[in-house]
């Protein structure tokens, strides 16, 4: 009798795979160079205005618009990142991958790190432009805490675009997500709109990049608001439950529609 015994599939995070998606990332130069120069184009535009220089609890004005800029961008190129899927699946991608010992949580986990690092190199590019800049005014550890912030953002919007197009027809899922961002940063505050009231209050709390918008203001300090939001302390729990809450349920969803997805599109 052999002593050679079958080794244990690996059912877990993938190198291999993570490996292939960051090289079919790299193959869409163009898309990503989009993702990256919006939110670059958005923060000079919008920092240029008369205004944005004045003091803003630890930083100024400026600053709160570069952080937010950096979470929609991360935003934008994860859930780009996401879009990859609707195109995955009519090759019958996805169906393929089933044959293989890897789990939805595994196959989750490696889209959502290969998203994270396309994210963190537009955030890099966005941080770059502002230092050269020199407008944005905000001690060190602020400009560190952007970039984690801003990954939140990927890995909520990552995972949401992932739960879309693995539920949805890939034509449909496509001109879903943009549309999602875009209502989430105006809802939310992002963009700067003095939307005011106690309906657009708990909105503000609720909707998806809300919890981004208000721990960013909140690390600014209470003399930083944005209309409704803000004022918050760095540890309130609606902040956090709403960033732990988006990310989980589109975790959550994303697994579960993976799991459910046998269908050829």
């Known amino acids: 009798m052999s002593d050679l015994t079958r080794p244990a599939p690996r059912h877990g995070l993938s190198l291999t795979y993570l490996g292939?998606?960051?090289?079919?990332?790299?193959?869409?130069?163009?898309?990503?160079?989009?993702?990256?120069?919006m939110p670059i184009g958005f923060y000079l535009l919008f920092g240029s205005m008369q205004g944005w220089d004045e003091t803003a609890g630890r930083g100024n004005v400026n600053a709160v618009m570069l952080?937010?800029?950096?979470?929609?961008?991360?935003?934008?190129?994860?859930?780009?990142?996401?879009?990859?899927?609707?195109?995955?699946?009519?090759?019958?991608?996805?169906?393929?991958?089933?044959?293989?010992?890897?789990?939805?949580?595994?196959?989750?986990?490696?889209?959502?790190?290969?998203?994270?690092?396309?994210?963190?190199?537009?955030?890099?590019?966005?941080?770059?432009?502002?230092?050269?800049?020199?407008?944005?005014?905000?001690?060190?550890?602020?400009?560190?805490?952007?970039?984690?912030?801003?990954?939140?953002?990927a890995v909520t919007f990552g995972a949401i675009g992932q739960t879309i197009t693995l539920l949805l027809k890939p034509d449909v899922s496509t001109g879903l997500i943009i549309p999602i961002i875009l209502v989430s940063c105006f809802l939310s505050g992002v963009v700067a709109i003095p939307l005011s009231g106690?309906?657009?209050?708990?909105?503000?709390?609720?909707?998806?990049?809300?919890?981004?918008?208000?721990?960013?203001?909140?690390?600014?300090?209470?003399?930083?608001?944005?209309?409704?939001?803000?004022?918050?302390?760095?540890?309130?729990w609606r902040i956090w439950a709403n960033i732990i809450g988006w990310i989980i349920l589109g975790v959550v969803g994303s697994a579960w529609a993976w799991s459910r997805d046998t269908k050829r599109q």
């Open 20 to 37: 292939l998606e960051l090289k079919r990332a790299g193959t869409r130069i163009i898309t990503l160079f989009f993702c990256a120069a």
């Open 198 to 236: 106690s309906v657009f209050e708990v909105v503000q709390k609720v909707v998806p990049l809300g919890g981004l918008v208000n721990l960013t203001l909140s690390l600014f300090g209470p003399e930083a608001t944005l209309s409704d939001a803000g004022g918050l302390a760095p540890g309130d």
């Open 67 to 153: 952080i937010f800029m950096a979470f929609y961008g991360a935003a934008m190129t994860a859930s780009t990142e996401a879009l990859t899927i609707a195109y995955e699946r009519p090759q019958g991608w996805n169906r393929a991958l089933r044959l293989t010992p890897l789990r939805p949580w595994a196959y989750i986990g490696m889209k959502t790190l290969a998203a994270l690092i396309a994210a963190l190199a537009s955030v890099v590019l966005l941080l770059v432009a502002a230092l050269l800049w020199g407008r944005a005014q905000m001690p060190v550890w602020m400009w560190l805490a952007g970039i984690g912030i801003a990954m939140l953002g």
